[in-house]
């Protein structure tokens, strides 16, 4: 071996041991998250965030001091806490911000947190009153930070796939989209008693009641209707819609299921229902279009074809009589072939992977924050859902067609 | 989709019955308001039962939304029957290079290592690719050939998945298949229960299909919540009764999960270190504080001898009370270790 091809070899061994040694310890920047409301929801965000390496807990803000040894628990050692969320915010020990707050305090959260110039990712939805969302969009936009809603689906191989097949054309033109959430459940947390003037009733069932909470067309819907966005490119122009309590006369005050038709242009609609005393159908989105249909669930997604329904005309057979010898027999005219659902299998649609959707969306923060690319379900895909959501919350109660606003000023952005 | 890796067995309804005593008078705070309420729920391919004093059935409603909620999320983590589970993620991923993950899917591991470095592998959560081997993952049983059971060695194994404090898991040997089922459902009701201390629950009873139950207090006027252990099948006599407050029972047994070729019952319950079913042990009940400790320890007895078993829990859970059913129906043999239940000798000589 003389000293050149000696060199070489070191060279090749160097660089091999480093790819070992980074897929071994791969070197990432670490990122320590400040967490804004650590309730069910914040908790599974963390629970997620944690299965990314390098990621951190630095400090958690919530204002129900039970979620603080819940929390010390989840991550495995004691976290720094407060109620007040600018004393987490001052912390220099902060690089991006995880907001799972009610979605009645998301404005002042975000807005807070946009104002430190941190990351921010964000649960749906968005905000909870027109104005919240507008106000959310300058925040965030104006001071120029990352912005991800929790609108995982986006983040769902079988769904990214599902879409860009439609979008391909796979299933015609998509004119409808059908969504249901359905569940068998009272939707209601355990209150500690006691309770004697209902602070922690409406603290822990903040989702229960009208002036903290969208219901279920906010809370479940919004995934729906972000869906129905991806699919048709644009927000809804405006909904009708109802609501009403069947079921469960606890004294809440947004409806235990509700109904609400979204106009989209050139007559296209998304219809969404959702209610919590039967759950045959489960969570499930359908796209139909001109050519199919596909359905969309939490773990997979299923193409199914339209019947053939050609015309091209046939010629009679000549080795039989023909319809003119043989005569037309007459009858009655009702079939049931034509009205009956499809049983037959569908085509399962494969995605790159299986992840989770909410580990593949925070998997996919963290790796914009760390400037490897930009964000997906970005804060104008957040505000086009959102803004129909504050909209549809009036309008299952006023049961009139209400228009939806758009943005104002609106940056350039794919839906 | 279904939870089914179980490489234990779990009872048949009625194997394990569980005795209430049905009051109105409470021993809590408002003891006359306290009723028994009980709720089921499918998860983990069972039927999880909890048995809940509350004041009202809007509040128990509340509560057994709260626990089975619990439990789904913990079946969202361990299944090996779910793509998209944190424990399906590691066996796609852990072959290839660590695998970060949480600290409770971490606590998790860790608490399976130590029962199979407590056992010496008698208890082994790698041996996913062996259940499939001989059939048991989707109920289709069969008899690996000596080939493939040697080739599986090369993926099998706990010494060959390595945790670090950073987090990680990694398998040494690609393929390796982790399977939960000896102790997620245990894993499950430890979550769940304390889903119910948080909620200030004083009496409560969860089942995992009874093979594993907690009692957590006790019935209004009662010491505990009644266990009943039955004798072997055919029999459908009383074994042994048992009394619990605060503390876990698990059972196994090969009444339900197995099948039979020339005449020969195959168990699903796998001996790692044979790499086949185990054979000559009936049945097993164990009573220890955590449910995730005692459904592992019920694999850990029903795989080893009961020799073994004494050694291993004298040293490994000094606490625990266990009573072992071993041999044949004919010839039934009991064997316990604390357990100071009166045992009905006529189902076994002991």
């Given at each position: 071996?003389?000293?050149?091809?000696?060199l070489?070899?070191v060279?090749?061994a160097?660089?091999?041991?480093?790819?070992i040694?980074r897929?071994?310890?791969?070197?990432?920047?670490p990122?320590?998250l400040?967490v804004?409301?650590?309730?069910?929801?914040g908790?599974?965000n963390i629970?997620?965030?944690?299965r990314?390496?390098?990621?951190?807990v630095?400090?958690?803000?919530d204002?129900?001091?039970?979620?603080?040894?819940?929390?010390?628990?989840?991550?495995g050692?004691?976290v720094?806490?407060?109620?007040?969320?600018?004393?987490?915010l001052?912390?220099?020990?902060?690089?991006?911000?995880?907001?799972?707050s009610?979605v009645?305090?998301?404005?002042?959260?975000?807005?807070?947190a946009a104002?430190?110039?941190?990351?921010?990712?964000?649960?749906k939805?968005?905000?909870?009153?027109v104005?919240?969302?507008?106000?959310?969009?300058?925040?965030?936009?104006?001071?120029?930070v990352?912005f991800?809603?929790?609108h995982?689906?986006?983040?769902a191989s079988?769904a990214?796939?599902?879409i860009?097949?439609?979008h391909?054309?796979?299933?015609?033109?998509?004119?409808?989209?059908?969504?249901y959430?359905?569940?068998?459940?009272d939707?209601?947390?355990s209150?500690?008693?006691?309770?004697?003037?209902g602070k922690?009733?409406?603290?822990?069932n903040w989702?229960?009641y009208r002036?903290?909470s969208?219901?279920l067309?906010?809370e479940?819907?919004?995934h729906?209707?972000d869906m129905?966005n991806?699919?048709?490119?644009?927000?809804?122009?405006?909904?009708?819609g109802?609501?009403s309590?069947?079921r469960y006369?606890?004294?809440?005050?947004v409806g235990?299921?509700v109904?609400t038709?979204?106009?989209?242009?050139?007559?296209?609609?998304?219809?969404f229902?959702s209610?919590?005393?039967?759950?045959k159908?489960?969570c499930?989105?359908?796209?139909?279009g001109?050519g199919?249909s596909?359905?969309?669930?939490?773990e997979?997604?299923?193409i199914?074809y339209?019947?053939?329904s050609?015309?091209?005309?046939?010629?009679?057979?000549?080795v039989s009589?023909t319809v003119?010898?043989r005569g037309v027999?007459t009858?009655a005219?009702?079939?049931?072939?034509?009205?009956?659902?499809y049983r037959?299998p569908?085509e399962k649609?494969v995605?790159a992977?299986?992840e989770d959707p909410?580990?593949?969306?925070v998997?996919?923060?963290?790796?914009?924050?760390r400037?490897e690319?930009s964000i997906?379900?970005?804060?104008h895909?957040?505000?086009?859902a959102a803004v129909a959501?504050?909209v549809?919350?009036?309008a299952?109660?006023?049961e009139?067609k209400?228009l939806?606003?758009?943005?104002?000023?609106?940056?350039?952005?794919?839906v | 989709?279904?939870?089914?890796?179980?490489?234990?067995?779990?009872?048949?309804?009625?194997w394990?019955?569980?005795t209430?005593a049905?009051?109105s008078?409470?021993?809590?705070?408002?003891?006359?308001r306290l009723r028994?309420?009980t709720?089921?729920?499918?998860?983990?391919?069972?039927?999880?039962t909890?048995y809940l004093?509350?004041?009202?059935s809007?509040?128990?409603a509340?509560?057994?939304?709260?626990?089975?909620?619990e439990?789904?999320?913990?079946?969202q983590?361990?299944s090996?029957?779910?793509?998209s589970?944190?424990?399906?993620?590691?066996?796609q991923?852990a072959?290839a290079g660590p695998v970060?993950?949480?600290p409770?899917?971490?606590d998790?591991?860790?608490q399976?290592?130590?029962?199979?470095?407590?056992?010496?592998?008698?208890?082994?959560?790698?041996?996913?690719?062996?259940?499939?081997?001989?059939?048991?993952?989707?109920?289709e049983?069969r008899?690996p050939t000596?080939?493939?059971?040697?080739?599986l060695?090369?993926?099998?194994?706990?010494?060959k998945?390595?945790?670090?404090?950073a987090r990680?898991?990694?398998?040494?040997?690609?393929g390796?298949?982790?399977?939960?089922?000896?102790?997620?459902?245990?894993?499950?009701?430890?979550?769940?229960v304390?889903i119910?201390r948080?909620d200030h629950?004083?009496?409560?009873?969860?089942?995992?299909?009874s093979s594993?139950?907690y009692?957590?207090?006790?019935?209004?006027?009662?010491t505990?919540w009644?266990i009943?252990v039955?004798?072997?099948?055919p029999s459908?006599n009383?074994?042994s009764?048992?009394?619990?407050?605060?503390?876990?029972?698990s059972?196994?047994?090969?009444?339900?999960k197995?099948?039979?070729?020339?005449?020969?019952?195959?168990?699903?319950?796998m001996d790692?270190?044979?790499?086949?079913p185990v054979?000559?042990?009936?049945?097993?009940?164990?009573?220890?504080?955590?449910?995730?400790?005692?459904?592992?320890?019920?694999?850990?007895v029903f795989?080893e001898?009961?020799e073994?078993?004494v050694?291993?829990?004298?040293?490994?859970?000094?606490?625990a009370?266990?009573?072992?059913v071993?041999?044949?129906?004919?010839a039934a043999?009991?064997s316990?270790?604390h357990w100071?239940?009166?045992?009905?000798?006529?189902h076994?000589?002991?």
């Amino acid at each position: 071996m003389n000293r050149r091809d000696f060199l070489q070899s070191v060279s090749a061994a160097a660089l091999a041991s480093t790819t070992i040694a980074r897929a071994a310890a791969p070197a990432v920047k670490p990122v320590r998250l400040g967490v804004i409301g650590a309730g069910s929801r914040g908790q599974e965000n963390i629970r997620q965030f944690l299965r990314v390496p390098g990621v951190s807990v630095a400090a958690i803000c919530d204002i129900y001091p039970p979620r603080y040894e819940q929390m010390n628990r989840l991550v495995g050692k004691e976290v720094p806490h407060t109620a007040d969320h600018k004393e987490l915010l001052a912390r220099n020990d902060i690089d991006a911000v995880l907001i799972a707050s009610p979605v009645a305090c998301h404005a002042e959260h975000v807005i807070a947190a946009a104002k430190t110039g941190r990351p921010i990712y964000g649960e749906k939805a968005l905000g909870f009153t027109v104005e919240d969302n507008q106000n959310i969009l300058d925040a965030v936009t104006s001071n120029k930070v990352l912005f991800q809603i929790g609108h995982e689906y986006r983040y769902a191989s079988w769904a990214q796939e599902a879409i860009r097949r439609v979008h391909a054309g796979e299933i015609g033109t998509p004119t409808h989209a059908y969504a249901y959430w359905h569940r068998n459940g009272d939707w209601r947390r355990s209150v500690p008693s006691p309770d004697p003037d209902g602070k922690l009733e409406h603290l822990i069932n903040w989702r229960l009641y009208r002036e903290s909470s969208g219901g279920l067309g906010t809370e479940l819907g919004s995934h729906h209707i972000d869906m129905a966005n991806w699919v048709f490119g644009e927000q809804p122009e405006s909904v009708i819609g109802t609501n009403s309590i069947c079921r469960y006369h606890d004294g809440r005050t947004v409806g235990d299921n509700v109904q609400t038709v979204f106009s989209y242009s050139q007559g296209r609609r998304l219809v969404f229902s959702s209610i919590t005393d039967n759950a045959k159908v489960g969570c499930e989105f359908w796209i139909y279009g001109t050519g199919g249909s596909v359905q969309i669930t939490i773990e997979d997604a299923t193409i199914y074809y339209e019947k053939n329904s050609s015309n091209t005309p046939t010629a009679d057979q000549t080795v039989s009589k023909t319809v003119v010898e043989r005569g037309v027999v007459t009858g009655a005219s009702y079939s049931t072939k034509g009205e009956m659902p499809y049983r037959g299998p569908g085509e399962k649609i494969v995605g790159a992977h299986s992840e989770d959707p909410t580990l593949a969306a925070v998997r996919s923060f963290i790796e914009a924050v760390r400037g490897e690319h930009s964000i997906f379900a970005d804060v104008h895909c957040g505000f086009r859902a959102a803004v129909a959501c504050s909209v549809a919350h009036d309008a299952v109660f006023a049961e009139n067609k209400m228009l939806i606003p758009k943005a104002v000023q609106l940056t350039a952005a794919g839906v | 989709m279904r939870w089914r890796g179980s490489s234990k067995r779990w009872l048949a309804v009625g194997w394990l019955a569980i005795t209430l005593a049905l009051t109105s008078t409470a021993v809590a705070a408002a003891p006359s308001r306290l009723r028994l309420f009980t709720t089921t729920h499918s998860a983990m391919g069972t039927e999880f039962t909890l048995y809940l004093y509350s004041v009202d059935s809007e509040a128990a409603a509340a509560v057994s939304e709260e626990v089975f909620d619990e439990v789904d999320r913990i079946e969202q983590l361990l299944s090996n029957y779910r793509e998209s589970s944190e424990l399906s993620r590691i066996n796609q991923n852990a072959g290839a290079g660590p695998v970060t993950t949480d600290p409770e899917m971490m606590d998790f591991l860790q608490q399976s290592e130590y029962w199979s470095r407590a056992s010496n592998g008698a208890f082994d959560i790698t041996v996913g690719r062996l259940m499939k081997a001989w059939g048991f993952f989707r109920h289709e049983g069969r008899i690996p050939t000596d080939a493939e059971l040697g080739d599986l060695r090369a993926v099998t194994g706990w010494e060959k998945v390595k945790l670090d404090s950073a987090r990680t898991v990694q398998f040494t040997s690609p393929g390796i298949e982790l399977d939960p089922g000896g102790i997620g459902k245990g894993f499950a009701v430890d979550a769940a229960v304390r889903i119910l201390r948080a909620d200030h629950i004083a009496a409560a009873m969860l089942s995992a299909g009874s093979s594993t139950v907690y009692a957590l207090g006790a019935p209004p006027h009662k010491t505990g919540w009644r266990i009943v252990v039955p004798g072997p099948l055919p029999s459908k006599n009383t074994l042994s009764v048992i009394t619990l407050r605060d503390t876990s029972l698990s059972s196994a047994d090969c009444s339900q999960k197995n099948f039979t070729v020339a005449g020969h019952l195959y168990c699903h319950i796998m001996d790692p270190r044979t790499m086949r079913p185990v054979e000559g042990r009936i049945q097993v009940s164990v009573v220890a504080p955590s449910a995730t400790a005692s459904d592992a320890l019920s694999n850990v007895v029903f795989v080893e001898t009961p020799e073994q078993s004494v050694a291993t829990l004298k040293a490994f859970a000094p606490n625990a009370h266990v009573l072992i059913v071993s041999g044949d129906a004919e010839a039934a043999r009991c064997s316990t270790f604390h357990w100071t239940s009166p045992v009905d000798a006529t189902h076994c000589a002991r």
